[in-house]
């Protein structure tokens, strides 16, 4: 897990940061099938959480090397597609990546954070402001519920 403040002008500089971060300090082992899959999964929809300005972007991939969740705090807000038309400015981005064939108790985990994404307001102003301790004690917290 990782806590990365980082400057880009849209979605795909955000996804190509990502991407190329997972892949040098070896998570994954393709990060134009990251890429790819962000991005085909972000056009599906719903990744902005409603009111938040935080948005989940997430994918399963055989290319990943172990289960990855990182935080990208943007320096400046990107407008990002939320519910129907409308557009939020997130300046949070919570990525959560496992394998396809990825064990069920650790998809069960990632589904528990993406409940607290939606139900936590102390969850969320830790992701958005919180040291990489306070977002790993909020997550052994979440997951002990």
Request: proline share 2%; glycine share 4%; no cysteine.
């Amino acid at each position: 897990m990782n806590i990365k403040n980082i400057k880009a002008k849209d979605l795909d500089e955000i996804i190509d940061i990502i991407a190329d971060e997972i892949f040098e300090i070896k998570i994954t082992t393709d990060k134009d099938e990251i890429k790819d899959l962000i991005k085909k999964r972000e056009m599906m929809g719903n990744t902005v959480i409603p009111g938040s300005n935080i948005a989940l972007l997430h994918t399963r991939s055989d290319s990943i090397l172990v289960p990855y969740i990182g935080i990208y705090r943007l320096i400046n807000p990107v407008k990002m597609r939320s519910i129907g038309f409308s557009y939020e400015d997130v300046d949070t981005i919570l990525v959560m990546i496992a394998r396809k064939k990825e064990d069920n108790t650790i998809l069960e985990m990632l589904g528990e954070i993406s409940i607290a994404l939606v139900d936590d307001e102390e969850f969320k102003d830790t992701l958005k402001t919180g040291s990489i301790d306070d977002v790993k004690n909020i997550i052994i917290k979440i997951l002990n519920k």
